[in-house]
T-cell receptor, first 112, second 112 residues
C-alpha cells in the first residue's frame, strides 16, 4: 500500500518567517496528494491538493507542488502568521480511489 | 455548507462498557470513515463504508465494529471498551466522484 513520511515536529517559528514542511510518499501510480490542517480543538480540513504531476496546490498563502520525480509534496508558506499555528498532515491517495494515507502530522507553533 | 457532526465532543467510559460513537453527514456522501488519532501516530483508519450496509476494515479494526443502516449515519461501536482505546476519534465522509474528505470535530474518548 501507499505510505508517507512527513517532517517531524514540533516546529516553532516567529511571525513572518518562511515555512517548509517536507513530505515524501511511496505509491503505486500517481495518486492525488493532499495537505490537511487541524486547528486546535477542531477536526481536519482540506488545505490544498494536487491531482497530477507538476500541479501546484495553493490556499491561504500555502503552496505545494506535486513532484513526481522525487515523490514529494512539500508544504511552503512565505510568511507565517500566529493564526497558522496548527497540525499539518500530508496525505497521498491510498490503496482505494477514495482512501487517504495520512502522515503523522507536524505541529506548527508561530510566536509573535 | 458541508457538515459532518459527531454525537459527543468528550466521552468518559469504564473498562468493559459498550460504547457507541455516532457520525452524521448532510452531504449525501457515499463514503464514510472512522479514524483514531493518537500523538506520534497520526491518523489511522479503523473502518470505512462505501454504501449503506457495506463496510471494509481499515488498518486497525481490532476491538471495533461499525454499522451503517442509513446513508447519512455511520456508527463506531466498541463492544467492550479497554483503556488502550482512549483516543480522539474522527469521522469523515466523501463522495465517490470527488475525493476531498470532510471531517467532523472529533470525539475525545477516555476509558477508565
Amino acid at each position: 500500500g501507499n505510505s508517507v513520511t512527513q517532517m517531524e515536529g514540533p516546529v516553532t517559528l516567529s511571525e513572518e518567517a518562511f515555512l517548509t514542511i517536507n513530505c515524501t510518499y511511496t505509491a503505486t501510480g500517481y495518486p492525488s496528494l493532499f495537505w490537511y490542517v487541524q486547528y486546535p480543538g477542531e477536526g481536519l480540513q482540506l488545505l490544498l491538493k494536487a491531482t497530477k504531476a507538476d500541479d501546484k496546490g495553493s490556499n491561504k498563502g500555502f503552496e505545494a507542488t506535486y513532484r513526481k520525480e522525487t515523490t514529494s509534496f512539500h508544504l511552503e508558506k512565505g510568511s507565517v502568521q500566529v493564526s497558522d499555528s496548527a497540525v499539518y498532515f500530508c496525505a497521498p491517495e491510498g490503496a482505494g480511489s477514495y482512501q487517504l494515507t495520512f502522515g503523522k502530522g507536524t505541529k506548527l507553533s508561530v510566536i509573535p | 455548507d458541508v457538515k459532518v457532526t459527531q454525537s459527543s465532543r468528550y466521552l468518559v467510559k469504564r473498562t468493559g462498557e459498550k460504547v457507541f460513537l455516532e457520525c452524521v453527514q448532510d452531504m449525501d456522501h457515499e463514503n464514510m470513515f472512522w479514524y483514531r488519532q493518537d500523538p506520534g501516530l497520526g491518523l489511522r483508519l479503523i473502518y470505512f463504508s462505501y454504501d449503506v450496509k457495506m463496510k471494509e476494515k481499515g488498518d486497525i479494526p481490532e476491538g471495533y465494529s461499525v454499522s451503517r443502516e442509513k446513508k447519512e449515519r455511520f456508527s463506531l461501536i466498541l463492544e467492550s471498551a479497554s483503556t488502550n482505546q482512549t483516543s480522539m476519534y474522527l469521522c469523515a465522509s466523501n463522495q465517490i466522484s470527488t475525493d476531498t474528505q470532510y471531517f467532523g470535530p472529533g470525539t475525545r474518548l477516555t476509558v477508565l
